[in-house]
């Protein structure tokens, strides 16, 4: 016979087992529940944008307009100062630091994604999930309005930069890079909700990182022995999979190996936290 107290140790794991499951299953609802109420986020995505630059004439095209000063402005001072040709520079760089403006303003921006919408999280019955890709789906809008900048580049040097077949790929490359935005935005969102102190040091870190990713510099500039370390940086390789189809040339089939890797462990990782903590984020608000 079991003894009483061997029965209640029983029951009690039996009764964890059964927690976790449902945290799982809680979890698994609140990402469907996001993705089928596209509606709303795609609206407040788009409401965000609008009231930022409400009653100014150019709207959400200021931005565009800042980043075309940028970066033009910036081609022809590092073409220089690198001693690389303009013609085969500037497409790089403006192909490239349109890239970088989405990853880099979507990390800062997702490490409040909780943060920022407390007022909403409590007061609405929403999913979690939702407060995510509505500032994903933000940043993607900012990121094709954008591409308005790339257009001159394309038609000035035109033997550099092309529209041609590799370009198709910029849809399904966006498609994975949402992906990996949602996700890791999740982490970063959960995160940033308990510890406050995360967005300020994702910040300094993402400026960090800038400085060694081959967004303003070529990767043939190092040396030789140092060219590993380049591909198999993730921020690179998903700099690539969208500058290179803008400027009509192919991405490397490592840059595809390693940001499919980044993304099932993104997946994986943030499955397992919102599984976990999805109970406790109303409460670090």
């Not at 009653?55 to 980043?67: A, D, E, V, Y």
């Not at 970088?100 to 007061?123: H, P, R, V, Y």
């Not at 490397?252 to 984020?281: C, D, H, N, Q, W």
Request: proline share 5%.
């Amino acid at each position: 016979m079991i003894s009483s107290a061997s029965e209640s140790s029983i029951q009690a794991a039996v009764a964890q087992i059964s927690n976790k499951k449902t945290k799982f299953e809680l979890a698994c609802q609140d990402l469907s529940l996001g993705m089928q109420k596209w509606p709303i986020w795609l609206m407040l995505g788009y409401q965000d944008i609008k009231l930022r630059y409400r009653r100014s004439i150019l709207g959400p095209f200021w931005i565009t307009l800042s980043m075309a000063i940028t970066v033009y402005s910036m081609g022809f001072l590092y073409s220089h100062l690198f001693h690389n040709d303009v013609s085969s520079y500037f497409p790089f760089l403006t192909a490239g630091m349109l890239a970088w403006a989405l990853i880099s303003t979507a990390i800062m921006e997702l490490t409040e994604g909780f943060t920022n919408c407390d007022n909403l999280i409590k007061q609405i019955k929403l999913p979690y999930s939702l407060y995510i890709h509505r500032m994903v789906w933000k940043n993607i809008l900012i990121f094709l309005h954008n591409l308005i900048v790339i257009l001159p580049i394309l038609v000035i040097f035109h033997q550099s930069a092309k529209v041609n077949f590799y370009s198709l790929a910029l849809l399904p490359n966006l498609a994975l890079v949402y992906v990996n935005a949602f996700f890791y935005g999740l982490i970063l969102a959960m995160i940033g909700a308990r510890y406050r102190d995360l967005s300020q040091m994702v910040k300094s870190l993402v400026q960090v990182v800038f400085f060694l990713t081959p967004v303003l510099w070529n990767p043939s500039l190092l040396p030789e022995r140092y060219q590993l370390w380049i591909a198999v940086n993730p921020f690179y390789a998903f700099v690539e999979l969208l500058r290179a189809p803008m400027i009509g040339q192919p991405v490397p089939l490592i840059e595809y190996a390693i940001a499919l890797g980044v993304t099932l462990l993104g997946i994986l990782i943030s499955l397992l936290m919102f599984s976990k903590y999805r109970s406790r984020i109303v409460y670090w608000l």
